[in-house]
T-cell receptor, first 112, second 114 residues
Framework: QQQVKQSPQSLIVQKGGISIINCAYE??????FPWYQQFPGKGPALLIAIRPDVSEKKEGRFTISFNKSAKQFSLHIMDSQPGDSATYFCAATQGGSEKLVFGKGTKLTVNP | DTGVSQDPRHKITKRGQNVTFRCDPISEHNRLYWYRQTLGQGPEFLTYFQNEAQLEKSRLLSDRFSAERPKGSFSTLEIQRTEQGDSAMYLC????????????FGPGTRLTVL
């Protein structure tokens, strides 16, 4: 059973465009939702994270939108750049368990 | 470099051999995690330590896998009698005990079992 469902599997965006990646979850006990960026051959790097007591968090060009009632959250990358081309993973965890549960990833390609 | 380090970065072994990987967390991080990532998938949790205590283990961690963190600093992950299905990237992460579960990952060890 996949606890965090991520879509789309791949995404192609033009430079300067907005990239949007969506995740949905079932476990209402989840209380921490990070996004990770991974380049080929590298480990995942923490990008931005949110807790369910806020509906949006912005850091530079990256924004997380969170909809608690729909059990969905999304990553928006504004003004996408070729250097943003990577695989993005959403994840979730719940208090009392420190393990992160990851989505399957979205491969983002930003064309120049 | 003060990030999480892992050694070796690549390991090729024959089926049936034992392998051991090492992870050095960010200094002062008291939590250490092991994940496994196969091609095209997100990382899957294997186990985690708080200081030297192993507090949670995944069902993915079969009897052939063992992890240790003897002095609450570095950790080792050993796989005995490797199988081809063990081929994956093994990732280590660390974090502080705090209200935020910010886990920082190392570069991983890529294991290939022939």
């Amino acid at each position: 059973q996949q606890q965090v469902k991520q879509s789309p599997q791949s995404l192609i965006v033009q430079k300067g465009g907005i990239s949007i990646i969506n995740c949905a979850y079932e476990n209402t006990a989840f209380d921490y939702f990070p996004w990770y960026q991974q380049f080929p051959g590298k480990g995942p790097a923490l990008l931005i994270a949110i807790r369910p007591d806020v509906s949006e968090k912005k850091e530079g060009r990256f924004t997380i939108s969170f909809n608690k009632s729909a059990k969905q959250f999304s990553l928006h990358i504004m003004d996408s750049q070729p250097g943003d081309s990577a695989t993005y993973f959403c994840a979730a965890t719940q208090g009392g368990s420190e393990k992160l549960v990851f989505g399957k990833g979205t491969k983002l390609t930003v064309n120049p | 470099d003060t990030g999480v380090s892992q050694d070796p970065r690549h390991k090729i072994t024959k089926r049936g051999q034992n392998v051991t990987f090492r992870c050095d967390p960010i200094s002062e991080h008291n939590r250490l995690y092991w994940y496994r990532q196969t091609l095209g998938q997100g990382p899957e949790f294997l186990t985690y330590f708080q200081n030297e205590a192993q507090l949670e283990k995944s069902r993915l961690l079969s009897d052939r896998f063992s992890a240790e963190r003897p002095k609450g600093s570095f950790s080792t992950l050993e796989i005995q009698r490797t199988e081809q299905g063990d081929s994956a990237m093994y990732l280590c992460a660390s974090s502080l005990i705090s209200g935020f579960n910010e886990q920082f990952f190392g570069p991983g060890t890529r294991l290939t079992v022939l």
